[in-house]
């Protein structure tokens, strides 16, 4: 009898109002549902804040109530929520939908959006099902659904797996090659000249390089937060618009802001320590201390105080920070000594290269970036029309590539280590992004251009950047080992 009234109510029924949440970040909207027995099916779009924590935390809660009931006759419903992977159900699910409404048929059947997995649909598992009814004698009657309970072992599994998810989202970890390549690459330089390496320094030095670039990351978010320049985006992606972690409910602006002074103490704590370790004292007026005070301010002020990325000294603070200031850092961590000529015509095309990938995602944050007073290089070449005019800022995008490539052929035979040449492979891939570029322009360039997809196809273009500097980074830092053991 209490199936059946729950039924009778979901049939009666379009739209729920679901509830997600994240670490202490509430959510709730109302949706279209349809069901399968008890199981229900919902569309959203992915990117959305409750299809985004449902991704971190697939508990869900939801309450159903008809239109037009007297007095309160609801369900409420405990679940666990998952985003439909099957092709058969996602069918299944969209046909289902439809019939309750026809609402965003539009944006269901779009090529487009498919193609780059806007659109999605989920189902909801109930676990508990309450039946409120004011008015029946017995106002409260529920069932419980074991069977889609997890088990305590796959809960655990999925709370690892996600909590690791988490803080690589929060950290926006894919990006860390941009500390990765130098550091390596200031190591290698150093194992040339000596023939000496400390492992205990390296990886001391490697992750307060990772701590620091955190750190950056994340109170980046905080000040693109306040400043509303990334709920202005409308064009992010995995490359642009920041983590997006507040934007999705994940992390509140305070605790972002606390995380981020955690991470910058951190590189500071190592800092310290490797300043008594190599100079005697925490406190040494060393070179390290000044790289270090150096490394910090340029993190902090990328977005905050100063705001160097609005200014349109960013690009400049990254090629500084992630170029030669960690290349020569890591190498003089070895040796409290370093060849300055070798390691700052090595650290150069690097520090161009890791600049460029911020200045290529800047293509999409363009009308953001102008709406929030962002003024960075592309949002002054572009222009200040309607319809930005990348010509001019993706020639600059092209040359500065043809410069590093010049520069570390010029490199290679200035110091006779032809190994490094290998560091002319990625031409490859640029001369492939140029030409994807190129295509790009074209099609922006006409009139009836789809401004609102075209950023998107130009993603080819930006990974291909974050592959050339980091491939150019491994492949130097290969180099000079080859030169030294052969």
Known sequence: MLKEKI?????????????????????????????????????????????VQIAFNPKVQCVIRPDGEDGIKELQIDGFAKKITDVEEKDKAREAILKVTKAFSEYMHDDFLIANDVVGYYKIEPTVIKYVDFFAETQFEWI??????????????????????????????????????????????????FGTFDWSIFWLVLLGAIFAQCGTNTINDYFDHKSRNDELNKLASPFNGGSRTIQSGLMTPANMLLVSVLFFGSTIGIGLELNNLLFGDYLAMSVLMYLGLIGVFLGIMYTGFLKLAYNGLGDLAVFIGFGPLMVYGAAYMQNQSVDPLTTLLFSIPVGIFIALVLFINCFQDYNADKAANKNSWVVRLAG?????????????WKNLMILSFTIILGASLYTGNLFTLIALLPLLIFNFASKKGSSWLEQWEKEDA????????????????????????????????????I
């Open 450 to 485: 789809n401004l609102q997809q075209l950023p998107y196809e130009l993603l080819i273009v930006n990974v291909s950047t974050i592959g050339i500097h980091f491939l150019t980074g491994m492949l130097l830092t290969l180099g000079f080992l080859l030169s030294t053991w």
């Open 144 to 193: 419980e659904i074991p069977e889609n309970k997890p088990s305590i072992l796959s809960e655990l599994i999925g709370n690892v797996s996600r909590t690791i998810k988490y803080w690589m989202t929060v950290v926006r970890a894919p990006f860390l090659t941009a500390t990765i390549a130098p550091i390596l690459l200031g190591s290698a330089i150093a194992y040339k000249q």
């Open 7 to 51: 039924m009778d109510l979901m049939s009666r029924s379009d739209f729920m109002t679901l509830s997600t949440s994240v670490a202490g970040n509430s959510s709730a909207a109302n949706v279209y549902f349809s069901n399968d027995g008890l199981d229900i099916y919902f569309f959203t779009f992915n990117p959305t804040r409750k299809a």
């Open 384 to 396: 200040p029309g309607a319809k930005a005019n990348y010509r001019a800022p993706f020639k600059v």
